[in-house]
T-cell receptor, first 120, second 115 residues
Framework: AQKVTQAQTEISVVEKEDVTLDCVYE???????LFWYKQPPSGELVFLIR??????QNEISGRYSWNFQKSTSSFNFTITASQVVDSAVYFC?????????????????FGPGTSLSVIP | DAGITQSPRHKVTETGTPVTLRCHQT?????MYWYRQDPGHGLRLIHY???????DKGEVSDGYSVSRSKTEDFLLTLESATSSQTSVYFC??????????????FGQGTRLTVV
């Protein structure tokens, strides 16, 4: 069975602090994808990153960085020099391959989310 | 932005009535999903579709049914709405690549209140 755990329910930081959001996953698949999504107070879900299970290289995009470690089944997300606009709920998700009859398809499973508040 | 439209965006309905939510996509993506979002639970998969007329249950499918008669539309029906189905419903789409799916793109969400 697949599972995504985000142990931090709520995090509050002061603006300009760095913050790391944890994500731990469980899967039996050898091939899978991991995702991070952002949900700002307006409610829409914004895609941030996708990482496949064969690529453990860390990725940096501006103030955002992601640390993927297969050995610990973790895919953590760090925001450097946080800003008020970073305040949102962040979801980690896992996509694995399911085999049904002769068709393969993916199911995306989400973690419960971490609510980040950046205080000015 | 991916072309996904959910309708209605807001709905209030009475307990026991049937309700249908519509998800329409213009991306010709193969996979479509319905999730519900509730405080403390994140997003939970209700049903998904891997092709026209091909659907399967997610983790919280009881009380819901779906239909996909054409690629662009995925309908979610609450056969007899209950207060526990008050939630925000998201539709998502994704497309298989050579190896796996692309990232899932989400609709704007539908806020459903059952009174």
């Amino acid at each position: 069975a697949q599972k995504v755990t985000q142990a931090q329910t709520e995090i509050s930081v002061v603006e300009k602090e760095d913050v790391t959001l944890d994500c731990v996953y469980e899967t039996r698949d050898t091939t899978y994808y991991l995702f991070w999504y952002k949900q700002p107070p307006s409610g829409e879900l914004v895609f941030l990153i996708r990482r496949n299970s064969f690529d453990e290289q860390n990725e940096i995009s501006g103030r955002y960085s992601w640390n993927f470690q297969k050995s610990t089944s973790s895919f953590n997300f760090t925001i450097t020099a946080s800003q008020v606009v970073d305040s949102a709920v962040y979801f980690c998700a896992l996509s694995g391959l399911e085999i049904f009859m002769k068709t393969s398809y993916d199911k995306v499973i989400f973690g419960p989310g971490t609510s980040l508040s950046v205080i000015p | 932005d991916a072309g996904i439209t959910q309708s209605p965006r807001h709905k209030v309905t009475e307990t026991g009535t049937p309700v249908t939510l519509r998800c329409h996509q213009t991306e010709n993506h193969r996979y479509m999903y319905w999730y519900r979002q509730d405080p403390g639970h994140g997003l939970r998969l209700i049903h998904y579709s891997y092709g026209v007329k091909d659907t399967d249950k997610g983790e919280v499918s009881d009380g819901y049914s779906v239909s996909r008669s054409k690629t662009e539309d995925f309908l979610l029906t609450l056969e007899s709405a209950t207060s526990s189905q008050t939630s925000v419903y998201f539709c998502a789409i994704s497309q298989p690549t050579e190896v796996m799916n692309t990232e899932a793109f989400f609709g704007q969400g539908t806020r459903l209140t059952v009174v």
